[in-house]
C-alpha cells in the first residue's frame, strides 16, 4: 500500500470488515493524512493495526498473497 489514499481506498472498497475500533481510527486517520492533519506515518501506524485487527496481514488465517 503506497500511502494514505491507497490505503482509504483499500479500507473503504475492499476491506473484509468494517466493524472494529482500529478500522475507524484507521480510515478516520488516513483521512486526517489526506487533508494535512495528521502525518502519513500516523495513517500507516493505524492502517497496520486494522490490518492485525482484521487478521489480513502474511500469518493470519484470511491472508492471501
Known amino acids: 500500500v503506497h500511502g494514505p489514499f491507497a490505503a482509504l481506498i483499500l479500507l473503504l472498497d475492499e476491506w473484509p470488515s468494517i466493524s472494529g475500533p482500529a478500522y475507524a ?18 495513517a500507516r501506524e493505524l492502517f497496520l493495526t486494522a490490518a492485525e ?13
Open 53 to 65: 485487527e482484521a487478521s489480513v496481514l502474511p500469518g493470519s488465517h484470511r491472508y492471501v498473497a
Open 25 to 42: 481510527m484507521a480510515r478516520s486517520r488516513c483521512r486526517a493524512a489526506l487533508d494535512g492533519r495528521a502525518t502519513p506515518e500516523e
